[in-house]
Each structure stands twice: as C-alpha cells, then as structure tokens.
C-alpha cells in the first residue's frame, strides 16, 4: 500500500463492531434445538473467530493505529507498509493460535463433557493472555 493511499478510516472497525454481537447470537438462533453445551461451544469459537477476524482486518488493511498501545496514524503513515505488516502480523500470530489451540479445546470439552463454565473461563483466560503477549510487541518505525 502507498503511502498515499494509506488513509485514516475506522469504517471497517465500525463494521466489524456492527456484526460483532450479530455474530455472537447467531448460535443461540440456529443451535437451539441442541445442548448448552454444543451451543456455548460454537458462541465461545466464534467469539475467538471474531477476535482473530479483527486482528485479520488490522493486518490486510494495515490499520495498526487501531492498536491500543500501538503507533498514531501519523506514525503509521511514516513507516513502510511493510512495517505496518510486520507489527500487525506480530499481533496476528498471537490471536491465531488462540483460535487453534482454543477450537482443540472445546472439541476436547465436548469430547470430555467438561463444565461450560470452565469453557468460559479457559477461552476468556486464552484471549486475556494473548492481549497480555502482545504488549511487548513495538512498533519499529
């Protein structure tokens, strides 16, 4: 991306916030006729599929000064689109695997009929420490 066509927008993110709580209730509409168990499941991996959207959103559009802790627009805009995909590949990374390992998880939930409670708590405790891993992350302009 140029650096003239790099331009400071937040439609996407609107967007993204718009669908968002859509997304979310989708498994309680189309998944009432199974358990809560199944139900919570699917809501939890769209939950971490949605994250890792955003985060997908970030890096193809370039948009790292949505990142809290992250570079200003100006700064964004003075660094190389190749700067800006590094640090928002960086991030990417980090909510990629939360997805894989956090999908593993609640097959192996189901499979084991663990608690939804616990499912909860481990799939928000993957996302919180991810956020967590990713402050380290600096943006080298």
Known sequence: MSEEQYK???KPLIAWMISF???LTLPSILLSEFTD???IAVTLAMLMLSVYGLILIIYHGEYVYWINGGPSFKEAKDASSEVRKEYARAHLEKFRNVFIKGFIYL???LVLNLSIWID???VSLMI???AIKT???KFKN
């Open 107 to 109: 097959i192996s939930s």
């Open 8 to 10: 400071k927008t937040y």
């Open 37 to 39: 168990k199944i139900e």
């Open 135 to 137: 402050m380290p992350i």
């Open 128 to 130: 919180i420490v991810a």
């Open 21 to 23: 709580p859509i997304i």
């Open 120 to 122: 909860i708590v481990v």
